[in-house]
C-alpha cells in the first residue's frame, strides 16, 4: 500500500517540560520559534511548575521545536520533556496561553 511521501503530513504532539521553566522567557521564545518554523499549537504554564505545549506542522519543523524544548531559552533548566503523539486537528497559528 503507497500513500503520501514520508513526513508529508501534519503530526502533532504534547510537550511537557519540567525544570525551571517559567519566568525565564520560555513560552515567549516557544511562540516565536514556532512561528519561525511554521508550527502551530499554543504553549501555556501549568500550576504545577511545567511548561506545556502542543505543536502542530510538518514533523521536521514538529521535531525541531521538540529539541529545541529539551534546552529551552539560556535562563531556563530544563530537567525533562515528555513527549505525546496526538492526532493532528489542522490548527492554525500559534498562541501562548
Known amino acids: 500500500m503507497s500513500g503520501p511521501p514520508a513526513g508529508a503530513d501534519p503530526v502533532r504532539v504534547r510537550v511537557v517540560v519540567t525544570g525551571r521553566v517559567q519566568g525565564v522567557w520560555f513560552r515567549d521564545t516557544c ?27 510538518p514533523p521536521a519543523a514538529v521535531a525541531r ?3 529545541w524544548c529539551r534546552e529551552g531559552p539560556p535562563r531556563a533548566r530544563v530537567d525533562a520533556v515528555e513527549v505525546t503523539d496526538l ?3 489542522g490548527e492554525r497559528g500559534f498562541r501562548v496561553r
Open 65 to 67: 521545536l521538540v529539541e
Open 31 to 57: 511562540r516565536e520559534r514556532a512561528r519561525r518554523e511554521g508550527v502551530a499549537g499554543w504553549v501555556r504554564n501549568r500550576p504545577d511548575g511545567a511548561v506545556e505545549a502542543e505543536l502542530e506542522g
Open 87 to 89: 492526532p493532528p486537528r
